[in-house]
């Protein structure tokens, strides 16, 4: 990761995914925990900021769009 940007968004994508992994283990709600262990894990494997922006905005939102 060469790029700071690439680097701050996986800071906080990967910090709000440990939150919303953390409430969905304590209140056993699935499809919130997944999200937060996608949250954290896929800024690894994007090259683009623009790419991770829209898919970190995605799955923040998914949870409470699906209401899972």
Do not use: C, E, H
């Not at 990967?14 to 699935?30: A, D, E, L, P, V």
Request: hydrophobic share 60%; charged share 5%; glycine share 12%.
């Amino acid at each position: 990761m060469d790029n700071p940007f690439l680097m701050m968004g996986a800071v906080v994508f990967g910090s709000i995914g440990m939150g919303y992994f953390i409430y969905g283990k304590k209140q056993q709600r699935w499809g919130t925990l997944v999200s937060g262990i996608a949250l954290m894990a896929y800024p690894y494997f994007v090259a683009s900021v623009w790419l991770q922006l829209l898919i970190g905005a995605l799955l923040v939102a998914a949870p409470m769009m699906l209401k899972v």
